[in-house]
């Protein structure tokens, strides 16, 4: 990156984000200036470091010994020009979870060999969609599933989910984790696995894929809970022979506090050579939230301050509705002031920041330590990129917004 760097202040500082004179920079793009010049709210994601967090996981994958491949999970975002791009300019294909997302992915320009499904409670018209494309890989989450694909294309080779009983997401949160104690609707259980296999020879199907999905956002500190359940995962392979490639999921995620250590990606990648180094088969992932999240932020105007009873309040003009994931899973967007009047941390003060949508759970953040702020000052929410504009809801008719794609 050349030019002014940002200074290195806060946890969530890096080259590309960061302040830069006194004004919050993400890809050397003044944010602040950004947001003025678009009515409303506003997602913004950088193409370049999208395309840097594709080549660290690739490289990651590349570290197993295994041979690999990799999908971007398009409902973490799927901005048409964010998709086109990594179409265009990496070696990623495309994991959906519907018909729509396949005519999305396609219309992107990913290829149905590149594109890998995997959903739940899919409906016989899905199925019709999905099966008109041959070369789209398709993993069955039920045996019901395997039955209505063997009536509708026998002979198919498919793919199936399974469950592991094991699994694990951000700081173990119970609303992240796939699979584990709790019975979950997602995926084939080893008491179901022989039903699977038989369904699958009745039909003549052939299964060519393992998928297994446990959790969302897990660091560091949870890849030992996370290898448990890929060893789990791993061990229905001994019944399935004709198993080519193991899917993984995705779930990688990126630090939301102050204290959260990232991913060690170095780790991970030899959780993937203990488990599948010299058993004959690809190993894939499918993440979106480590490569979008981080790279994008929601842009909000303060459009109200005022101090109610003993706590200080700004309203934005933005509300949970546009990024749902800090209200439905408490994973917040980090709110940082565009052109702070003082980057003096000891004269900050405790602000809650709430949205603008007309239910309680509506506040972005409680007692946040932030510089004084004042009416049309622009608010940066950190960590916006996956599961806000995709996610985003017109609840009270407050659902415009605009998306912009930073180019590289």
Same mark, same amino acid.
């Given at each position: 990156?050349?030019?002014?760097? $940002?200074? /290195?202040?806060?946890?969530?500082?890096?080259?590309?984000?960061?302040?830069?004179?006194?004004?919050?920079?993400?890809?050397?793009?003044?944010?602040? /200036?950004?947001?003025?010049?678009?009515?409303?709210?506003?997602?913004?994601?950088?193409?370049?470091?999208?395309?840097?967090?594709?080549?660290?996981?690739?490289?990651?994958?590349?570290?197993?010994?295994?041979?690999?491949? &990799?999908?971007?999970?398009?409902?973490?975002?799927?901005?048409?020009?964010?998709?086109?791009?990594? =179409?265009?300019?990496?070696?990623?294909?495309?994991?959906?979870?519907?018909?729509?997302?396949?005519?999305?992915?396609?219309?992107?320009?990913?290829? $149905?060999?590149?594109?890998?499904?995997?959903?739940?409670?899919?409906?016989?018209?899905?199925?019709?969609?999905?099966? =008109?494309? $041959?070369?789209?890989?398709?993993?069955?989450?039920? @045996?019901?599933?395997?039955?209505?694909?063997?009536?509708?294309?026998?002979?198919? &080779?498919?793919?199936?989910?399974?469950?592991?009983?094991?699994?694990?997401?951000?700081? +173990?949160?119970?609303?992240?984790?796939?699979?584990? /104690?709790?019975?979950?609707?997602?995926?084939?259980?080893?008491?179901?696995?022989?039903?699977?296999?038989?369904?699958?020879? /009745?039909?003549?199907?052939?299964?060519?894929?393992?998928?297994?999905?446990?959790?969302?956002?897990?660091?560091?500190?949870?890849?030992?809970?996370?290898?448990?359940?890929?060893?789990?995962?791993?061990?229905?392979?001994?019944?399935?022979?004709?198993?080519?490639?193991?899917?993984?999921?995705?779930?990688? +995620?990126?630090?939301?506090?102050?204290?959260? @250590?990232?991913?060690?990606?170095?780790?991970?990648?030899?959780?993937?050579?203990?488990?599948?180094?010299?058993?004959?088969?690809?190993?894939?992932?499918?993440?979106?939230?480590?490569?979008?999240?981080?790279?994008?932020?929601?842009?909000?105007?303060?459009?109200?301050?005022?101090?109610?009873?003993?706590?200080?309040?700004?309203?934005?003009?933005?509300?949970?509705?546009?990024?749902?994931?800090? &209200?439905?899973?408490?994973?917040?967007?980090? $709110?940082?002031?565009?052109?702070?009047?003082?980057?003096?941390?000891?004269?900050?003060?405790?602000?809650?920041?709430?949205?603008?949508?007309?239910?309680?759970?509506?506040?972005?953040?409680?007692?946040?330590?932030?510089?004084?702020?004042?009416?049309?000052?622009?608010?940066?929410?950190?960590?916006?990129? =996956?599961?806000? &504009?995709?996610?985003?809801?017109?609840?009270?008719?407050?659902?415009?917004?605009?998306?912009?794609?930073?180019?590289?």
């Amino acid at each position: 990156m050349s030019g002014p760097q $940002p200074a /290195a202040a806060f946890w969530w500082t890096r080259d590309d984000l960061g302040f830069i004179e006194g004004r919050l920079h993400l890809g050397g793009r003044d944010l602040g /200036a950004l947001a003025a010049a678009v009515e409303g709210p506003l997602h913004v994601v950088s193409e370049a470091r999208v395309h840097a967090n594709l080549s660290r996981l690739r490289e990651a994958l590349a570290s197993s010994g295994c041979p690999t491949r &990799a999908y971007y999970a398009i409902k973490a975002n799927r901005f048409e020009p964010l998709l086109r791009s990594i =179409a265009r300019t990496s070696r990623w294909g495309a994991d959906i979870c519907s018909p729509n997302e396949l005519d999305r992915a396609l219309d992107c320009g990913f290829a $149905p060999a590149d594109i890998s499904f995997t959903g739940t409670a899919v409906a016989n018209r899905d199925l019709e969609r999905l099966l =008109a494309e $041959p070369d789209l890989t398709i993993n069955c989450d039920s @045996v019901g599933m395997i039955r209505r694909i063997g009536e509708r294309a026998p002979g198919r &080779a498919i793919g199936v989910r399974v469950n592991p009983e094991r699994g694990t997401g951000y700081a +173990g949160a119970e609303k992240l984790t796939y699979a584990g /104690a709790a019975v979950t609707k997602f995926g084939i259980y080893r008491d179901q696995w022989a039903d699977a296999l038989a369904m699958a020879r /009745a039909h003549g199907l052939s299964i060519t894929s393992l998928h297994f999905h446990v959790g969302c956002g897990y660091l560091s500190r949870e890849l030992d809970a996370w290898e448990a359940a890929v060893a789990s995962a791993a061990s229905f392979l001994e019944a399935c022979p004709g198993v080519r490639t193991v899917n993984v999921g995705g779930g990688l +995620g990126v630090p939301h506090r102050e204290g959260d @250590v990232p991913l060690d990606l170095a780790a991970w990648s030899a959780v993937l050579r203990r488990r599948f180094a010299g058993r004959g088969v690809t190993v894939a992932a499918e993440p979106g939230e480590y490569i979008v999240k981080d790279a994008g932020v929601l842009l909000l105007q303060v459009v109200d301050v005022e101090r109610k009873k003993d706590v200080m309040f700004a309203g934005l003009d933005g509300g949970f509705n546009l990024a749902p994931e800090p &209200a439905y899973y408490e994973l917040p967007c980090e $709110p940082v002031a565009c052109a702070p009047r003082s980057l003096d941390t000891s004269t900050w003060r405790p602000v809650s920041l709430a949205g603008n949508i007309n239910e309680a759970l509506d506040v972005w953040a409680h007692g946040k330590l932030m510089p004084e702020l004042a009416e049309g000052d622009r608010i940066a929410l950190i960590n916006a990129g =996956a599961y806000g &504009a995709s996610m985003a809801s017109n609840h009270c008719m407050r659902g415009d917004f605009t998306e912009m794609l930073l180019p590289a």
